[in-house]
Protein backbone atom coordinates (compact mmCIF):
# COMPACT_ATOMS: atom_id res chain seq x y z
CA UNK A 1 0.00 0.00 0.00
CA UNK A 2 1.25 3.33 -1.00
CA UNK A 3 0.25 6.33 0.95
CA UNK A 4 0.81 10.03 0.37
CA UNK A 5 0.74 12.99 2.62
CA UNK A 6 0.69 16.58 1.48
CA UNK A 7 -0.31 19.94 2.24
CA UNK A 8 1.40 23.23 2.25
CA UNK A 9 5.01 23.71 4.11
CA UNK A 10 3.88 23.66 7.94
CA UNK A 11 0.60 21.76 7.77
CA UNK A 12 1.91 19.31 10.03
CA UNK A 13 3.04 16.45 7.62
CA UNK A 14 5.87 14.85 9.23
CA UNK A 15 3.84 14.94 12.70
CA UNK A 16 1.28 13.05 11.20
CA UNK A 17 3.65 11.20 8.91
CA UNK A 18 5.52 9.67 11.86
CA UNK A 19 2.72 9.35 14.23
CA UNK A 20 1.10 6.91 11.43
CA UNK A 21 3.88 4.71 11.31
CA UNK A 22 4.38 4.42 14.86
CA UNK A 23 0.63 3.40 15.11
CA UNK A 24 0.77 0.92 12.31
CA UNK A 25 4.01 -0.31 13.24
CA UNK A 26 2.46 -1.34 16.89
CA UNK A 27 -0.43 -2.72 14.87
CA UNK A 28 1.86 -5.21 13.24
CA UNK A 29 2.57 -3.98 10.12
CA UNK A 30 5.67 -3.55 8.20
CA UNK A 31 6.07 0.63 7.38
CA UNK A 32 8.27 2.23 5.40
CA UNK A 33 8.44 5.74 5.97
CA UNK A 34 10.42 8.07 3.30
CA UNK A 35 9.85 11.83 1.79
CA UNK A 36 10.70 14.00 -1.48
CA UNK A 37 12.70 15.61 -2.21
CA UNK A 38 14.64 12.44 -1.95
CA UNK A 39 18.37 13.00 -2.50
CA UNK A 40 20.01 15.48 -0.73
CA UNK A 41 22.18 16.70 -3.85
CA UNK A 42 19.22 17.78 -5.44
CA UNK A 43 17.71 18.86 -3.21
CA UNK A 44 20.30 21.48 -2.52
CA UNK A 45 20.09 22.37 -6.51
CA UNK A 46 16.55 22.81 -5.84
CA UNK A 47 17.20 25.04 -2.74
CA UNK A 48 19.32 27.18 -4.39
CA UNK A 49 17.66 27.89 -6.90
CA UNK A 50 14.54 28.23 -5.28
CA UNK A 51 16.05 31.15 -2.85
CA UNK A 52 16.67 33.22 -5.20
CA UNK A 53 13.73 35.32 -6.03
CA UNK A 54 12.94 34.71 -9.36
CA UNK A 55 9.69 35.50 -9.93
CA UNK A 56 8.13 32.34 -10.96
CA UNK A 57 9.82 32.34 -14.32
CA UNK A 58 9.28 30.05 -16.92
CA UNK A 59 12.70 28.64 -17.27
CA UNK A 60 13.28 28.08 -13.70
CA UNK A 61 9.73 26.51 -13.18
CA UNK A 62 10.62 24.14 -15.71
CA UNK A 63 14.32 23.57 -14.71
CA UNK A 64 12.55 23.29 -10.78
CA UNK A 65 9.51 20.70 -12.23
CA UNK A 66 12.29 18.42 -14.16
CA UNK A 67 14.48 18.36 -10.93
CA UNK A 68 11.63 17.43 -8.62
CA UNK A 69 10.94 14.80 -11.24
CA UNK A 70 14.60 13.21 -11.61
CA UNK A 71 14.91 13.02 -8.10
CA UNK A 72 11.14 11.00 -7.71
CA UNK A 73 12.76 8.78 -10.68
CA UNK A 74 15.40 7.22 -9.04
CA UNK A 75 13.51 7.53 -5.21
CA UNK A 76 10.91 5.10 -7.29
CA UNK A 77 13.38 2.08 -7.04
CA UNK A 78 13.40 2.17 -3.39
CA UNK A 79 9.56 2.85 -3.10
CA UNK A 80 8.95 -0.24 -5.36
CA UNK A 81 11.35 -2.74 -3.57
CA UNK A 82 9.44 -1.65 -0.32
CA UNK A 83 6.47 -2.59 -1.28
CA UNK A 84 7.12 -5.87 -3.23
CA UNK A 85 8.34 -6.65 0.36
CA UNK A 86 5.28 -6.04 1.95
CA UNK A 87 5.90 -3.00 3.56
CA UNK A 88 3.35 0.02 3.85
CA UNK A 89 4.73 2.89 2.26
CA UNK A 90 4.26 5.99 3.42
CA UNK A 91 5.39 8.92 1.50
CA UNK A 92 5.79 12.93 2.78
CA UNK A 93 5.18 14.66 -0.55
CA UNK A 94 5.14 13.09 -4.25
CA UNK A 95 4.27 14.42 -7.63
CA UNK A 96 1.05 16.15 -6.10
CA UNK A 97 3.67 18.89 -4.82
CA UNK A 98 4.51 19.90 -8.37
CA UNK A 99 0.68 19.93 -9.71
CA UNK A 100 0.80 22.61 -6.62
CA UNK A 101 4.10 24.19 -6.31
CA UNK A 102 5.61 24.25 -9.60
CA UNK A 103 1.91 24.88 -11.43
CA UNK A 104 2.35 28.25 -10.32
CA UNK A 105 5.50 28.93 -12.28
CA UNK A 106 4.35 30.77 -15.78
CA UNK A 107 4.73 28.23 -18.50
CA UNK A 108 4.30 25.15 -16.18
CA UNK A 109 1.36 23.82 -17.55
CA UNK A 110 -0.71 20.44 -16.64
CA UNK A 111 -0.02 18.46 -19.56
CA UNK A 112 3.86 19.35 -18.90
CA UNK A 113 3.86 18.21 -15.46
CA UNK A 114 1.69 14.45 -16.62
CA UNK A 115 4.48 13.94 -18.83
CA UNK A 116 7.43 14.02 -16.75
CA UNK A 117 5.71 12.42 -14.06
CA UNK A 118 4.13 9.92 -16.07
CA UNK A 119 5.43 5.89 -15.06
CA UNK A 120 5.17 6.55 -11.88
CA UNK A 121 3.63 4.56 -9.62
CA UNK A 122 0.02 5.64 -8.46
CA UNK A 123 -0.96 5.79 -4.96
CA UNK A 124 -3.99 4.26 -2.99
CA UNK A 125 -4.58 6.84 -1.19
CA UNK A 126 -3.35 10.44 -0.94
CA UNK A 127 -3.97 12.88 2.41
CA UNK A 128 -3.88 16.73 2.05
CA UNK A 129 -3.17 17.90 5.02
CA UNK A 130 -5.19 21.11 5.68
CA UNK A 131 -4.65 24.01 7.61
CA UNK A 132 -5.05 27.76 7.36
CA UNK A 133 -2.09 29.74 5.51
CA UNK A 134 -1.81 31.52 9.08
CA UNK A 135 -1.54 28.69 11.11
CA UNK A 136 1.13 27.01 8.71
CA UNK A 137 2.97 30.51 8.93
CA UNK A 138 3.41 30.24 12.54
CA UNK A 139 4.48 27.10 12.89
CA UNK A 140 6.83 27.33 10.14
CA UNK A 141 7.76 30.42 12.40
CA UNK A 142 8.64 28.84 15.48
CA UNK A 143 11.12 26.45 12.89
CA UNK A 144 12.99 29.65 11.14
CA UNK A 145 11.37 30.33 7.70
CA UNK A 146 13.97 29.77 4.91
CA UNK A 147 12.95 29.62 1.62
CA UNK A 148 11.10 31.70 -0.47
CA UNK A 149 8.00 28.78 -0.92
CA UNK A 150 7.08 29.69 2.85
CA UNK A 151 6.01 33.12 2.26
CA UNK A 152 2.08 34.23 3.00
CA UNK A 153 0.87 35.04 -0.73
CA UNK A 154 2.61 32.40 -2.08
CA UNK A 155 1.26 29.75 -0.10
CA UNK A 156 -2.16 31.11 -0.33
CA UNK A 157 -1.72 30.05 -3.59
CA UNK A 158 -0.37 26.71 -3.54
CA UNK A 159 -2.98 26.27 -0.52
CA UNK A 160 -5.96 27.05 -3.50
CA UNK A 161 -4.10 24.39 -5.43
CA UNK A 162 -4.31 21.52 -3.28
CA UNK A 163 -7.47 22.49 -3.25
CA UNK A 164 -8.55 21.95 -6.57
CA UNK A 165 -6.06 19.01 -6.71
CA UNK A 166 -9.33 16.31 -6.98
CA UNK A 167 -11.05 17.94 -9.66
CA UNK A 168 -7.40 17.39 -11.81
CA UNK A 169 -6.71 14.33 -10.75
CA UNK A 170 -9.73 12.70 -10.49
CA UNK A 171 -8.64 8.84 -10.34
CA UNK A 172 -7.12 9.18 -7.58
CA UNK A 173 -8.72 8.84 -3.99
CA UNK A 174 -7.84 12.11 -2.91
CA UNK A 175 -8.99 13.27 0.92
CA UNK A 176 -8.45 16.39 2.27
CA UNK A 177 -8.53 16.77 6.38
CA UNK A 178 -8.58 19.26 8.68
CA UNK A 179 -5.52 19.02 10.66
CA UNK A 180 -5.93 22.34 12.53
CA UNK A 181 -6.81 20.22 15.60
CA UNK A 182 -5.20 17.75 17.08
CA UNK A 183 -2.72 15.15 15.79
CA UNK A 184 -5.02 12.21 17.04
CA UNK A 185 -8.13 13.47 15.56
CA UNK A 186 -6.40 13.82 12.18
CA UNK A 187 -4.99 10.02 12.99
CA UNK A 188 -8.34 8.83 13.64
CA UNK A 189 -9.75 10.16 9.92
CA UNK A 190 -6.91 8.26 7.86
CA UNK A 191 -6.99 5.25 9.74
CA UNK A 192 -10.94 4.96 9.31
CA UNK A 193 -10.27 5.78 5.46
CA UNK A 194 -7.90 3.33 4.75
CA UNK A 195 -9.75 0.78 6.92
CA UNK A 196 -7.80 -0.08 9.44
CA UNK A 197 -8.79 -0.06 13.20
P1 LIG B 1 9.93 19.90 2.47
O1 LIG B 1 9.26 18.58 2.58
O2 LIG B 1 9.25 21.06 3.07
O3 LIG B 1 11.44 19.80 2.98
P2 LIG B 1 11.97 20.32 4.39
O4 LIG B 1 11.23 19.52 5.40
O5 LIG B 1 13.45 20.03 4.34
O6 LIG B 1 11.67 21.80 4.45
O7 LIG B 1 10.13 20.14 0.89
C1 LIG B 1 10.91 21.18 0.42
C2 LIG B 1 10.11 22.09 -0.47
O8 LIG B 1 10.00 21.54 -1.78
C3 LIG B 1 8.71 22.41 -0.03
O9 LIG B 1 8.59 23.82 0.04
C4 LIG B 1 7.82 21.90 -1.14
C5 LIG B 1 8.71 21.82 -2.30
N1 LIG B 1 8.37 20.82 -3.33
C6 LIG B 1 7.94 21.23 -4.58
O10 LIG B 1 7.81 22.43 -4.83
N2 LIG B 1 7.68 20.31 -5.55
C7 LIG B 1 7.83 18.97 -5.34
O11 LIG B 1 7.59 18.16 -6.27
C8 LIG B 1 8.27 18.54 -4.04
C9 LIG B 1 8.45 17.08 -3.75
C10 LIG B 1 8.54 19.49 -3.05
Do not use: W
Amino acid sequence: MLIVIEGIDGCGKTTIAELLKNILENKGYKVYLTKEPFRSDIKAIIKSIIEKKHDLNENFGKALSLLFAADRQIHQLEIKDKISKGFIVILDRYYHSSYTYQLLYKGVTLDFLEKINSSLLKPDYVFILDVPVDVAIERLMKRGITTEYERKDFLEKVRENYLKLKEILKEEKIFIINNNRNPEETIRDILSIIGIK
